[in-house]
């Protein structure tokens, strides 16, 4: 799961910097920022929020450089991850040692949209009270759009604790 920090955003998102808390946690964390100083002040930041053993950290190299969607070169003249190739991303994330080789496939149900909708997580009358009280319960922010939260829920929870998370709530009305 891939979380953009928004910039500087991230110093004042408070729902953000506990979803990034509650990722390092369970899965751990990989912070890959441009090189530049905008870039490692985030990275320190997040350093500061996170304990340093649920951490990865993936470098990208000093290239200069313009972006194709900028009309000029940043301030520090560096390209930013999204303007490097995905070769440098994969070396940076190779170095950190975060690649992982092909294993077999385990069979796993997924939650889907079609589950939140089921189970009356969206599209129907109570749903917006319905999704917060689950969210509230699962110590998640409560903005996540219905793609966000299929994809944060199937990166915490397994279909049968998705379905025991929901029956709970819905019990304690």
């Known amino acids: 799961i ?10 004042n998102d408070k729902e953000k910097q506990k979803l990034i808390r509650r990722l390092a946690e369970t899965k ?5 920022t441009d090189s530049d100083s905008a870039g490692f002040k985030i990275r320190s930041f997040i350093r500061g929020i996170v304990p340093n053993e649920q951490i990865k950290h993936a470098y990208i190299p000093d290239i200069f450089g313009k972006e194709k969607r900028k009309t000029e070169p940043s301030k520090e003249g560096k390209l930013g991850v999204e303007g490097v190739k995905v070769q440098v991303i994969i070396d940076a994330l190779e170095k950190a040692g975060v690649l992982c080789e092909e294993s077999e496939k385990t069979e796993r149900r997924v939650i889907t949209k079609l589950d939140l909708y089921e189970d009356g997580l969206s599209g129907k009358p109570d749903s917006d009270a319905l999704r917060k009280k689950l969210l509230k319960a699962l110590d998640l922010p409560e903005r ?5 939260l299929v994809q944060i829920l199937n990166t915490f929870l397994t279909f049968e604790e998705y379905k025991k998370a ?3 709530v ?4």
């Open 144 to 148: 996540l759009t219905s793609n966000a």
């Open 2 to 11: 891939i979380i953009e920090t928004d910039g500087f955003g991230i110093f």
């Open 166 to 168: 929901v029956e709970e």
């Open 170 to 173: 819905k019990s304690n009305g």
């Open 28 to 32: 751990g964390l990989l912070i890959l």
